[in-house]
């Protein structure tokens, strides 16, 4: 069987990807907090034909020969460039302008987020005084000790800072809340796992989150209450690279036909 063909089937599997991930990345084009992903490719490997030689006195060096045998996938990667910003005027909206990511926990589980449509709940107990930041599923929303935030209920004038400060007054005693929202920022985000709903985990390589969670502090970046992250996609880019998917799968196509259509030759030379 001649080498093209199997050239050809590499390449539509790969465009097949590309276009899954574009895809993809448009379906979450209002995603808030979404990070694009991009497809990036590489040879597959090389049938040497003729090795290289080098030169002589008489003859000078002959490079190698080698025909390519397709190609592969080499990474889908993770955009971590910031999206714009949507203002909202709503205090517990939330957005990180800069790098981080704001700690959710879900029982043991910690989880890592640029989406910051956050929720006050009613309270874990039936008559609860304080109600608990928690996100669209319901995890918890950590300060920079690792705890809860918790906001009471009658609290009036309530305010984030930049610096990830709660503040908020009561009327029985004007008690102002001192928690302050944690920023876990990454040696490689680009390492991190996708886990769906917004989600990230660390990996091994994406490394753990230093333990300075400080809004601000090491190269963090500041909250904006009051605005959310949108989607960082960019629909020009994403259809021209469609384009471009499209066009590359109808020519690994074609590769494929002219390979079929010599090969039928082939098989009518015995006639």
């Not at 904006?224 to 989607?231: A, C, D, P, W």
Request: proline share 2%.
């Amino acid at each position: 069987m001649i080498r093209s063909m199997y050239s050809g089937i590499s390449g539509l599997k790969n465009f097949q990807t590309k276009l899954d991930v574009i895809g993809n990345n448009i379906a979450n084009v209002n995603t808030y907090g979404f990070k694009k992903g991009r497809t990036v490719f590489k040879d597959l490997y090389s049938q040497t034909v003729a090795g290289a030689s080098e030169p002589g006195g008489n003859r000078g060096g002959v490079n190698p020969k080698q025909v390519g045998l397709g190609s592969q996938l080499a990474t889908i990667d993770t955009i971590h460039s910031g999206g714009s910003m949507q203002t909202t005027g709503n205090t517990l909206d939330l957005a990180i302008e800069g790098d981080g990511f704001f700690v959710v926990e879900d029982g043991t589980q910690r989880f890592y987020t640029r989406a910051g449509n956050f929720y006050l709940d009613a309270g874990a107990d039936a008559g609860a005084t304080e109600g608990t930041l928690v996100d669209s599923d319901g995890r918890f929303v950590l300060d920079v000790e690792g705890n809860q935030i918790t906001v009471p209920l009658e609290a009036t004038s309530l305010s984030i800072g930049q610096n990830g400060a709660v503040k908020y007054v009561t009327e029985a005693d004007g008690l102002t809340g001192e928690q302050v929202i944690a920023i876990a920022k990454f040696n490689n985000p680009g390492g991190l796992t996708k886990v769906g709903g917004n989600m990230y985990q660390e990996s091994a390589n994406s490394g753990a989150p230093s333990d300075e969670l400080t809004p601000l502090e090491e190269g963090r970046g500041a909250i904006k209450s009051g605005s959310l992250e949108m989607s960082n996609v960019d629909l020009s880019e994403e259809f021209t690279e469609m384009i471009v998917a499209q066009r590359g799968f109808q020519a690994n196509t074609r590769i494929i036909t002219t390979s079929d259509e010599i090969l039928q030759e082939l098989v009518n030379l015995k006639r």
